[in-house]
């Protein structure tokens, strides 16, 4: 069981949460998709409705008006998010929400890098991020897919000290590993030029890709045909609020 019980390290992705303009049925449709539970109490707090897989923090679904557009929200770990906040703009990107203290959770700030891709902060403090990860139901990985890939290597590679290093299993595709400063590896950065736009993807692992689009499909989704890939089995579904994510059961090691 991949359980997180401390404050990750600067640059890993610590902490999701998606943003729709009908919670209720987000809560039903990612509950029956991923078994996860609510406490919806959590709102009160101002980290939205928190999604529980044993008990445990996942992600989080909030209400947004339809205007702000709906999406999943990638957080990377911080020890201060203000000094983040300013190497952000310093490389060239923007800040969309300036650092803001949500009670005694913690700290957060959202981001734009220069290609366009949205992602936040989290400055950890009672809630840590993610406390089950890389296993079925929870958050496996992030990469970031855009047309432009080098100009966002070379920013979060500025902001995170994060190394560069080819991917030699997939020869075929533009696609760099983003490794922290310790070697370990945080996702990466996939240059698609037919990217309609630069978005850091989500991928939760399950336990049958297959049986999760059919899943999806008849609650109102739309989803890729599932496809081997040397890491796994994988396919991308799209929400009933327009939503992109993708789903992979991991080939065994």
Not at 60 to 72: N, S
Not at 137 to 153: H, I, M, Q
Request: aromatic share 10%.
């Amino acid at each position: 069981m991949s359980y997180v019980n401390r404050i990750q390290p600067d640059g890993t992705p610590t902490w999701i949460d998606l943003r729709v303009p009908d919670r209720e049925r987000a809560l039903e449709f990612y509950g029956a998709l991923f078994g996860w539970e609510y406490d919806k109490e959590a709102a009160e707090t101002g980290l939205g409705t928190v999604c529980l897989l044993r008990g445990r923090p996942v992600a989080a679904i909030a209400q947004a008006p339809a205007a702000t557009g709906a999406g999943w929200t990638m957080y990377f770990a911080t020890a201060d998010c203000d000094g983040t906040a300013k190497r952000i703009t310093d490389a060239g990107g923007s800040l969309l929400k300036a650092p803001t203290d949500v009670g005694e959770q913690g700290r957060t700030a959202i981001a734009e890098d220069p290609v366009g891709a949205r992602f936040g902060l989290w400055e950890g403090r009672a809630h840590l991020g993610c406390e089950v990860v890389n296993e079925p139901g929870s958050l496996v990985r992030n990469d970031l897919v855009t047309a432009d890939p080098e100009p966002a290597r070379a920013f979060y590679t500025a902001v995170f000290d994060y190394t560069l290093d080819l991917n030699e299993t997939l020869p075929d595709f533009d696609f760099t590993f983003l490794r922290r400063p310790d070697g370990h590896e945080i996702g990466g950065i996939f240059g698609f030029p037919n990217a309609p736009r630069s978005v850091w993807a989500t991928t939760f692992e399950v336990a049958d890709t297959d049986a999760v689009v059919r899943h999806a499909i008849a609650a109102g989704a739309t989803a890729d045909a599932p496809e081997d890939s040397p890491y796994g089995r994988i396919a991308t579904i799209t929400d009933p609020f327009g939503v992109e994510f993708s789903v992979i059961t991991r080939a065994a090691s």
